[in-house]
């Protein structure tokens, strides 16, 4: 296993050098660039200003000051070109971007003038929250949900909770956001829970029992907002697994030697059954906690990874966009990599060293 463990780490390194670059050139494709951001503001403000002394003076004046303001932003835009680095041509970026990310020095974003791993570790104790919180309550849920309706499989619970799972999947998650504030937040009706933040203004004045309080009813809303859609998939996803098991030979054998129907469902189709669902735990992961956020984010005004990488590709924030898909693409590829060893230590018969050899 350890062998097979250091293959897969190392083949890692071409499939992220590939991800990056995929990622490198559509980025670099897109149009209005960084430099055409800055310029943008800048012009915008430069254009109140002409305007202003336009209105002091006469059009002379006024055509003077607009030509020596186009001068001013063809010189501005050359000095920022190549202080930026934009100047070099793409593929030296890129390489010099890898070296450092190699160290993991993601740079400083262009428009915020910190460094992208402090934003990062800024925002991400909000994203954790919010999908750990979330991954939580929906596999708490959604399993022992999957293993009851296979064992009632056709009853009438079965059909009554599959309709509710199925009409929570067909709403959008923004839109049962809105529609719990509307309820729970001050909106028409109860105003039970608070609207916005992770924690109130004076949490850093309540005790430990009250912050613990503070922090799980600002997140109640977001977590049911965002768990809401996902409890269809995983929930009828364990309860075919389980299914598919229950009417296999190895069962039926068990049961004719006098096991008990628990015994036969933790001893012997618990383990089979859960190697699809833990298959699927990484990407479930990756959805939640840093792509599946990002309305639920803007709704209750929460400053998590989703909106910090919304905003940096609105702002062709160079650094922080590639800074971001690099962490996110080498956390995606290390989760794979724990969904393998987990098969290992669901059933242990599973020996990926043996099979690739």
């Known amino acids: ?24 050139i559509i980025v670099q494709a897109a149009p209005g660039g960084p430099i055409d951001q800055m310029m943008a503001r800048f012009e915008g403000l430069s254009s109140t200003a002409s ?22 932003n063809d010189q501005l835009r050359q000095t920022l070109t190549e202080e930026f680095g934009f100047d070099k041509p793409a593929w030296e970026r890129f390489a010099l971007m890898l070296r450092d990310y190699a160290t993991f020095d993601l740079g400083d974003s262009l428009f915020r003038g910190q460094p992208v791993t402090t934003l990062i570790l800024d925002r991400l104790p909000v994203s954790i929250s919010l999908g750990l919180w979330t991954t939580l309550l929906v596999y708490l849920i959604s ?33 049962f956001a809105i529609l719990l504030i509307v309820v729970f937040a001050g909106g028409s009706y109860l105003n039970w829970f608070p609207l916005r933040g992770l924690t109130s203004a004076n949490f850093g004045e309540l005790s430990l029992l009250g912050k613990i309080q503070d922090y799980f009813w600002h997140i109640a809303l977001p977590v049911a907002a965002s768990a809401i859609g996902s409890f269809a998939t995983l929930t009828m996803l ?4 389980f299914l598919d098991e229950i009417h296999k030979q190895y069962v039926l054998t068990a049961r004719a030697k006098g096991a008990s129907d628990r015994r036969v469902l933790y001893g012997h189709v618990f383990r089979n059954a859960m190697l699809i669902i833990i298959a699927g735990m990484p990407a479930a992961l990756i959805g939640i906690f840093f792509t599946g956020s990002l309305l639920i984010e803007v709704i209750f005004s929460l400053n998590g990874l989703g909106l910090l990488g919304f905003e940096a590709v609105m702002q062709r924030d160079y650094p922080l966009i590639f800074g971001t898909l690099y962490l996110y693409t080498l956390i995606g590829l290390l989760l794979k990599l724990v969904s393998d060893l987990t098969y290992v230590w669901v059933d242990p018969r599973i020996d990926f060293a043996t099979r690739e050899s």
């Open 1 to 24: 296993m350890a062998s097979y463990v250091v293959r897969r780490l190392l083949l890692m390194i071409p499939t992220l050098l590939g991800i990056l670059l995929l990622n490198f």
């Open 51 to 72: 305007t202003g002394l336009e209105g002091g003076g006469g059009d002379s004046v006024g055509g003077n000051d607009s030509r020596r303001l186009q001068g001013v």
């Open 143 to 175: 399993i022992p949900l999957g293993i009851r309706k296979a064992l009632r499989h056709g009853s009438a619970f079965d059909i009554w909770s599959s309709s509710v799972v199925i009409v929570g999947y067909a709403i959008p998650g923004f839109l």
């Open 238 to 241: 364990t309860k075919n697994s």
